[in-house]
């Protein structure tokens, strides 16, 4: 069915996320197939649970291609970095999402 598809699973967790249906999350995310998009979701999921360490882990663990013009690893990384108590935390290049701003251009290196 549609959620072997991860896209899809991407798509009914992100609406289980909005209408703050966290308990139905973790068994959706256990069974969905295997996509970086869903370690995504599942790094959300700990962040939303109050396990900031295990986005950080999944964050850390996965091999990540290059995106432009994508930042949702990186605000994910920024989220669970200040609930730990280092929001001044660097992005870490590994993530591999652009140094831009959402409206393209490079942010200084300052």
């Known amino acids: 069915g549609p959620l072997h598809d991860p896209l899809a699973v991407v798509e009914l967790d992100e609406l289980y996320a909005e209408l703050g249906l966290t308990e139905k999350r973790g068994p959706l995310l256990a069974r969905a197939p295997g996509h970086r998009f869903i370690v995504e979701r599942r ?10 360490a295990e986005t950080i882990r999944l964050l850390t ?12 690893r990186t605000e994910l990384y920024q989220k669970a970095k200040a609930a730990l108590g280092e ?11 652009d140094n ?11």
């Open 43 to 52: 790094a959300d999921l700990a962040l939303a649970t109050g396990n900031p």
């Open 87 to 97: 929001p001044d935390a660097e992005v870490p290049e590994f993530l591999n999402e």
């Open 100 to 110: 831009l701003a959402r409206f393209g251009a490079y942010w200084p290196d300052r």
């Open 61 to 72: 663990a996965t091999p990540w291609p290059r995106e432009h013009q994508r930042y949702v």
